[in-house]
């Protein structure tokens, strides 16, 4: 995936927009994380993986998935850019969009994307 197939994606739910969190360039929904491409690895950041899909994904997956001793302890995964599928990202973004989005937001998201 390239930078800007990364950046389409994530700016393409409603609400998403650039910003930082913790001093790093990130991608903010209602104000909270979404996601971020880690500069030192180019492996973009993906919350709310629990902690058993994380290693089943680590496993299966090795020169995708992977993680820090920081990420360690929370219920995240980071994928390397270069080798992660867009589909697959934007079914991560999907994941953490209903969590962060106001629910007004996620509903009128999910009707548009049902066709009505």
Known sequence: MTNEEMRAIALSFPGCEEGTSYGKPSF???????????????????????????????????ATFHVTPHYKDYPCVLARMETLHPGSFRAFLERRFRKVAKKSVVKAWEAERAGG
Not at 37 to 53: A, F, K, Y
Not at 54 to 59: A, G, I, T, Y
């Open 28 to 62: 903010l929904v209602n104000g909270k994380f979404f996601t971020r491409l880690r500069r030192e690895d180019r492996s973009l950041v993906l919350m709310d993986v629990p902690i058993d899909e994380r290693e089943m994904l680590m496993e299966a997956e090795p």
